[in-house]
């Protein structure tokens, strides 16, 4: 199994611009988590899907961000516009069934907004 | 508010020896726990898990001990090796919920 699949793996862009996000869940699982990596805070859940469907986005910090799962294999996390205070690394999440099961990360994209 | 919390940001251990790595909780319904390693530039790593029915759990060379009176979990590695050098994350969640809650991680250095 390939595991969870995110591009791109780094992103530099310009502060005002969009950006998006992708990722590939495992295979069979049905949640999908987009989480968020900072110095100061930590792990943090932006957003969770469960078969397709948001089912927690309280973690999404702001109207700037938004999340897509049009089918099981392929989600996005857009940023539009960006921001310097965007600059993170961006972790996609997968689990077989349940937010509160195991989870499965990708690699993370890095992004750095200038 | 921190429900998962990871108090030594970072652990230094000689190599062959026992490396101890210690979690915090304050949510009572919390009744699954994990351990994730991170490498730099990779994503977090399942370790091991508990469910909150055990209070140990042991794979290979790691062991996981649950205290659920003190809300307490711990991560056992023994013996260390330097390719044990990453930072680990500890991780709870209860029955239903739609997080699992992290702790801000520990840094283990182990020494050759």
């Known amino acids: 199994d390939a595991g969870v699949i995110q591009s791109p793996r780094h992103e530099v862009t310009e502060m005002g611009q969009e950006v998006t996000l992708r990722c590939k869940p495992i295979?069979?699982?049905?949640?999908l988590f987009w989480y968020r990596q900072t110095m100061m805070r930590g792990l943090e859940l932006l957003i969770y899907f469960n078969n397709n469907v948001p089912i927690d986005d309280s973690g999404m910090p702001e109207d700037r961000f938004s999340a897509k799962m049009p089918n099981a294999s392929f989600s996005t996390l857009k940023i539009q516009p960006s921001g310097p205070r965007d600059s993170a690394v961006y972790f996609c999440?997968?689990?077989?069934?349940?937010?509160?099961?195991?989870?499965?990360f990708g690699p993370g994209t890095r992004l750095l907004v200038l | 508010d921190q429900q998962v919390k990871q108090n030594s940001p970072s652990l230094s251990v000689q190599e062959g020896r026992i490396s101890i790595l210690n979690c915090d909780y304050t949510n009572s319904m919390f009744d699954y726990f994990l351990w994730y390693k991170k490498y730099p530039a990779e994503g977090p790593t399942f370790l091991i898990s508990?469910?909150?029915?055990?209070d140990k759990n042991e794979d290979g060379r790691f062991t996981v001990f649950l205290n659920k009176s003190a809300k307490h979990l711990s991560l056992h590695i023994v013996p260390s090796q330097p390719g044990d050098s990453a930072v680990y994350f500890c991780a709870a969640s209860a029955t239903g919920a739609n997080n699992l809650f992290f702790g801000t991680g520990t840094r283990l250095t182990v020494i050759p």
């Open positions: 999440a997968s689990s077989i069934r349940a937010a509160s099961e195991t989870q499965y």
């Open positions: 508990i469910s909150s029915i055990k």
């Open positions: 295979s069979g699982h049905n949640s």
